[in-house]
């Protein structure tokens, strides 16, 4: 623990032998290419697919049409709503599959793709979720009977007559109108599978770039039962993965086209989608339109908040959400701030857009409300005219008071919020800061100073409330020692860049003493790995590490009966210190872990089941709060509206930290994943429903040249209820940088009465709102 | 309507039977099985492509596999040697330069021409020189670290310290 320990998997990566799906090769394998409407709401009149058949390698074009014949032209969707998989008659956004084409190679399938002619009647459609919900907008899902509006469902927690009564009586209230916009994950890897589909042993094998591959595994076969596709018959191998963020957690109607037609031709079938292709159709995140408001006393005393939410989920609820919470977890959105009253709502709208909602690097929309508490936070402070730092101060929840009940029902585990500002304001200098900003802005020059202190909620999840399509959000380890006393350890999860061979070798070997070099980690086969639903919304330490720690100990506990026989001693003599047990007072009298392995195999006690393996499914009793204090410091050009980050330090606090530099490149990562939508992401739609930055040419996924030179550090607060004391880090630094950027920004602008811009805050957007308060 | 072409992969020469229109990096992947080399976009922006063209990066999914005919290709598969890996691959690995390894061959490529230009650059001079690759991992404090880290060494002097500034 503690040690940054250099990764186990890079060697295959640095030389190029890392293992992704697109690198599959199969003998007679076809290719698959899709075609794709170019409108956003629009009746199929008619598909003809007699040109593209003419093609030389073409051998088939598949409609709604051929999978309506099995039944297999509608899927569920993570949040039991529907998705098509090939549409029989309506498209319902821009993009939306189509038909699919198979051929012998790729080129051949793209060229068939551009031959297929399809004739379309196109209506007007939905896009503005506010108008959605017009009594005279056209109703979308007309395939859901008995639907009379485009509303998905509502959904409220807090007090709503304590805050109305709060919000008229309080001295100040603020209330800013904020969207959070629709993102994509634009990992570098695009989604794709390879599936093949053995006749003779009425077997799939299901390559695919999936963050979750057991619950792919379970969906298959929940899906695909009735054509003999039973889960026994279902093997998912997830690969290497060019990253996922959540965007490789939703079943896409290309996997599921691959799999029928493998497993009608009897041949290997590959589909890989391109970058165009994954930005304007897999899964989108965030999108939510929010009114927050907070109420408080003049001298500075948070007394409570108000969030009504508008979420665009585009025209399916394809959100990964676990199911009881259509939110996900917003209602931590009352923040690192002690206060009991809250009223939060939200409702959910169909649009002519594509469907998502995925947790990118967030515990399921953590981010729209950390953004939502910071910047209204920040509000406040300005209205009353303190100093934001010192108001967080005056209000965060005090170290002593954890585990904390949050008025929407959480209990924070444990957390010291004052330490990480204090640490935070040290490293960048905050009071120096604070002076320099009064200096320029007596001379006219605008330099802004963000912060955000942000809590967070991870590692879902508890079995009482979480689960996803009725399967319990546990995770998984099973380690089994090898007679000379190396291991292999195998897990549900799912690493997609995160280090997993590293960490949960680490985690292993601090519990059982075997050195982490002989620790063998595996994941992604579902023939082999214990069951689990995956990685994602920072769950891989908080769960399976979890379980991997609990496993080690349970093989611990049979270690000491071996040495106590081995020893002839009572087990209360012995005494462990990693890596042997001795006897009390006696240490020259000791067994090595390798040596009571190796008994395991060649001399184990009678009566004691022979072997050294331990599984352990972990069901946490709570969900992790790790947080962080960041502070961002810009300086804004007057004349062009251009920003530059000058600092940005981030101070985490995941509890106890397993490989420090793991960690912090974590952090890196995330903090580059959340200076994007603050600064520079947006999928952007134009009235008629096009996308009009659907490529890498013109959606701006910040290079090295716009992401600053992060700085990092840590305080540690364990998680008192985590067998190891650890929380989860990945997406806290996504979650929690936004608003501190966006704070940093308004708070530049402030002098000229700006109290809020929407986030990508671009140089245009500052120039317009300088120019609109009088700036010339 | 099928081409005869020559080229050489990290020394080894190939003469392969290629359409005209087929890209440069499909011919590496799926012909030659290296596959190293990535794709990540169709817009020629995000890098993970990137091979030296008899000595240049270029993005080699906006070359056609004929353009490189009678030329001499090198990918991430031939950095290292007998002596052991590229000083590039050690700083990566050393620097925790990656996450899912998806961008770090083209990255690498990049580098290594990088550097052949300006054997000492500043933190400046690197984000601007690696700006044609993206990566969605790493937020890029590493990869400068880990280009620092290789020039270096193949200056021969004193690799900077690896550990995490993490305070
Ligand atoms: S694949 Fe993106 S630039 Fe070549
Ligand atoms: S390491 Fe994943 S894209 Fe760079």
């Given at each position: 623990m503690g040690h940054s320990l250099k990764r186990k998997e890079d060697a295959r990566f640095i030389q190029g032998k890392g293992h992704y799906v697109d690198d599959i090769q199969l003998p007679g394998m076809l290719h698959m290419d899709i075609v794709r409407s170019p409108y956003a709401y629009a009746k199929i009149k008619s598909i003809n697919a007699e040109e593209a058949l003419k093609i030389p390698g073409v051998i088939a074009v598949v409609t709604g049409k051929d999978l309506e014949k099995y039944n297999l032209h509608w899927m569920p969707t993570l949040m039991s709503d529907t998705q098509m998989?090939?549409?029989?008659?309506?498209?319902?956004?821009?993009?939306?599959?189509?038909a699919a084409v198979i051929a012998t190679d790729r080129y051949a399938a793209r060229d068939g793709k551009e031959a297929v002619m399809v004739e379309y009647e196109p209506m007007k459609p939905v896009i503005d979720p506010y108008k959605s919900l017009d009594p005279d907008a056209p109703v979308l899902r007309t395939d859901k009977e008995g639907k009379k509006d485009n509303h998905i469902w509502h959904w409220e927690v807090g007090d709503k007559e304590a805050t109305e009564k709060l919000f008229n009586e309080a001295e100040v209230v603020v209330k800013e109108q904020m969207h959070i916009p629709r993102i994509h994950v634009s990992s570098i890897e695009t989604c794709g599978c390879v599936a093949d589909y053995d006749k003779i042993n009425n077997h799939l094998t299901m390559y695919m770039t999936t963050q979750a591959p057991h619950a792919i595994r379970t969906v298959i076969a929940l899906v695909a039962g009735h054509v003999g596709l039973t889960e026994e018959k279902v093997r998912v191998v997830s690969p290497d993965?060019?990253?996922?963020?959540?965007?490789?957690v939703p079943v896409y109607p290309g996997y599921v086209i691959a799999i029928a037609v493998s497993f009608l031709v009897g041949k290997p079938v590959k589909w890989v989608e391109d970058r165009s292709e994954n930005l304007q159709a897999d899964s989108f995140a965030r999108d939510y339109h929010i009114t927050a408001e907070m109420a408080g006393t003049k001298d500075g005393k948070i007394l409570g908040t108000r969030f009504k939410i508008l979420a665009d989920?585009?025209?399916?609820?394809?959100?990964?959400?676990?199911?009881?919470f259509p939110t996900g977890m917003?209602?931590?959105?009352?923040?690192?701030?002690?206060?009991q009253t809250t009223f939060m709502e939200a409702d959910a709208v169909y649009t002519n857009k594509p469907p998502g909602g995925v947790a990118y690097r967030c515990s399921f929309r953590v981010t729209e409300a950390v953004h939502a508490i910071e910047r209204i936070t920040d509000r406040f402070a300005l209205e009353i005219g303190k100093d934001p730092a010192q108001l967080r101060m005056e209000n965060f929840i005090k170290k002593e008071d954890f585990p904390w009940k949050s008025p929407t029902g959480w209990e924070y585990d444990s957390g010291d919020y004052h330490a990480g500002l204090k640490k935070a304001m040290e490293v960048v200098g905050y009071d120096e800061l604070r002076k320099e900003q009064a200096e320029k802005r007596k001379r006219g020059e605008l330099m802004g100073i963000g912060i955000s202190t942000f809590t967070e909620i991870v590692g879902a999840g508890p079995s009482k409330d979480f689960d996803i399509l009725g399967i319990k959000m546990f995770d998984s380890a099973e380690i089994r020692v090898h007679p000379t006393g190396k291991a292999i350890a195998r897990f549900g999860t799912k690493s997609q860049g995160q280090g997993h061979e590293t960490t949960y070798a680490q985690i292993i070997a601090e519990e059982l003493g075997i050195p982490a070099e002989h620790i063998q980690v595996e994941e992604g086969d579902t023939d082999t790995a214990p069951y689990g639903l995956g990685t994602y919304a920072s769950r891989s330490t908080p769960t399976a590490g979890a379980a991997a720690a609990v496993a080690a100990r349970k093989l611990r506990d049979k270690a000491r009966k071996i040495a106590a026989y081995l020893l002839e001693v009572s087990e209360d003599d012995l005494e462990w210190e990693p890596g042997k047990f001795f006897v009390k007072g006696a240490p020259e009298k000791s067994k090595t872990i390798q040596e009571i392995v190796f008994a395991a195999y060649t001399n184990h006690p009678q009566g004691m089941e022979a072997g050294f393996e331990a599984t352990h499914y972990y069901d946490p009793p709570n969900l992790t709060f790790p947080s962080g204090a960041y502070i961002c410091v810009v300086d804004v050009d007057k004349d062009t509206g251009e920003i530059k980050v000058r600092r940005f330090v981030a101070i985490d606090d995941c509890g106890n930290i397993i490989n420090p530099m793991i960690v912090q490149g974590q952090v890196h990562g995330g903090l580059t994943q959340g200076i994007a939508p603050a600064m520079y992401e947006e999928l952007v739609y134009d009235e008629d429903g096009n996308i009009l930055n659907g490529t890498f040419m013109d959606y701006l996924v910040p290079t090295a040249v716009e992401s600053p030179s992060w700085e990092t550090g840590h305080t540690v607060t364990p998680s008192p209820h985590h067998p190891i004391g650890a929380k989860g880090v990945g997406e806290s630094p996504t979650v929690g940088a936004p608003p501190a950027i966006a704070n940093a920004i308004v708070d530049a602008l402030a002098p000229y009465g700006i109290t809020h811009l929407d986030i990508p805050i671009t140089p245009y957007k500052v120039w317009k709102a300088l120019r609109e308060k009088g700036a010339n | 309507m099928k081409k005869q072409i020559t080229i050489s992969v990290n020394g080894e020469k190939h003469t392969l039977e290629v359409e005209p229109r087929e890209l440069l990096v499909h011919v590496i992947r799926e012909k030659l099985r290296l596959t190293g080399t990535h794709i990540g976009c169709d817009t020629t922006s995000c890098g993970a492509c990137t091979v030296l063209l008899n000595g240049k990066s270029i993005k080699s999914c906006t070359v056609l596999a004929i353009q490189a005919d009678g030329k001499e290709v090198s990918t991430v598969e031939g950095l290292a040697t007998a002596e052991g890996l590229h000083p590039l691959q050690e700083g990566f690995k050393e620097n925790h330069g990656l996450h899912c390894g998806f961008c770090t061959p083209g990255m690498l490529m990049r580098a290594v021409e990088l550097l052949e230009h300006n054997d000492n650059p500043t933190e400046e001079e690197i984000r601007w020189g690696i700006a044609g690759n993206l990566c969605r991992c790493t937020g890029y404090n590493n990869i400068v670290k880990a280009i620092q880290y290789a020039s270096a060494k193949m200056r021969g002097e004193e690799t900077p310290s690896t550990e995490p500034e993490f305070v």
């Open positions: 998989v090939l549409p029989t008659d309506t498209v319902m956004y821009q993009a939306q599959e189509v993965i060019g990253g996922g963020f959540g965007g490789k989920h585009g025209y399916t609820d394809a959100a990964a959400n676990p199911s009881k917003f209602s931590i959105g009352t923040g690192s701030y002690d206060y | -």
